[in-house]
C-alpha cells in the first residue's frame, strides 16, 4: 500500500456513528465573585460527555454545561499544528533539542522531507479523534485544558504501523492545537 492510499478516514467515519457520545460546551459562570483563571480558560470548549473536566472544578465553582449537538462538533471543530513543530522541532536537523524523537521518526521511514505530510496526517487524524471522543484528558491549569491523541502512521522500513502519541491543548468553539507531535506520556 502505498503512503497516499493510506487512509483511515472509512474505519474513523463508521467508529463515530456507531457510537455517537454526548458533547457538551463548557460554561463559566462567575456569580460575580470568583473569578478561576481555570474555568475562564474552559468557557466555551467542547468536550465529550464521557471524557470531560470535573465538574465542579473547585469551591464555589458555578460553571455549567451545555448540550451540544453532534452536528454541530462535526461541522465546525478543527485541529491544526503548526509546520514548526516538525520543522525544526520534531526532526531536529540541527540538534538543537536534542531530544532523540528525531531518530524514532527516522527509524520507521520518515525524515525532514515529510514535515509537511506528517502535519496534514496528523491533524486530520486529531481531528477525526477529538470528534469521535478517542482522546484522553491530561493536564489541566490556567494554560487550559491538554489532551493526548494516539496517531497511526505506516512504517516505511517495513510493513505495519508506527503508533505514538500526541498532545493537544482544546480551546472555545472546537479548536484544538497540536502542542506537541510526540508526547512522552
Ligand atoms: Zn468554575
Excluded at 32 to 40: F, N, S
Excluded at 57 to 77: N, V
Aim: hydrophobic letters at 30%.
Amino acid at each position: 500500500m502505498s503512503i497516499n492510499d493510506y487512509n483511515y478516514s472509512n474505519k474513523f467515519r463508521k467508529m463515530s456513528s456507531d457510537a455517537i457520545q454526548p458533547w457538551v460546551e463548557w460554561k463559566h459562570i462567575t456569580m460575580g465573585k470568583t473569578h478561576c483563571p481555570t474555568c475562564l480558560r474552559l468557557d466555551k470548549c467542547w468536550f465529550s460527555k464521557s471524557d470531560m473536566p470535573a465538574l465542579p472544578q473547585h469551591k464555589y465553582c458555578h460553571c455549567t454545561t451545555l448540550p451540544k449537538s453532534f452536528l454541530t462538533i462535526q461541522k465546525q471543530a478543527t485541529a491544526n499544528s503548526t509546520y514548526s513543530k516538525y520543522n525544526p522541532y520534531l526532526f531536529d536537523p540541527k540538534n538543537e533539542y536534542k531530544h532523540g524523537k528525531d531518530k524514532l521518526f527516522n527509524l520507521w521511514g520518515y525524515t525532514i522531507e515529510d514535515s509537511q505530510w506528517l502535519k496534514t496526517e496528523i491533524e486530520r487524524q486529531g481531528l477525526e479523534k477529538y470528534v469521535a471522543g478517542q482522546y484522553k484528558l491530561n493536564w489541566l491549569d490556567y494554560n487550559g485544558q491538554r489532551i493526548n491523541i494516539i496517531i497511526k502512521i505506516p512504517r516505511r522500513d517495513k510493513s505495519g504501523e508506527a503508533t505514538f502519541t500526541t498532545g493537544w491543548m482544546v480551546y472555545p468553539n472546537g479548536k484544538i492545537q497540536l502542542i506537541t507531535p510526540y508526547a512522552d506520556d
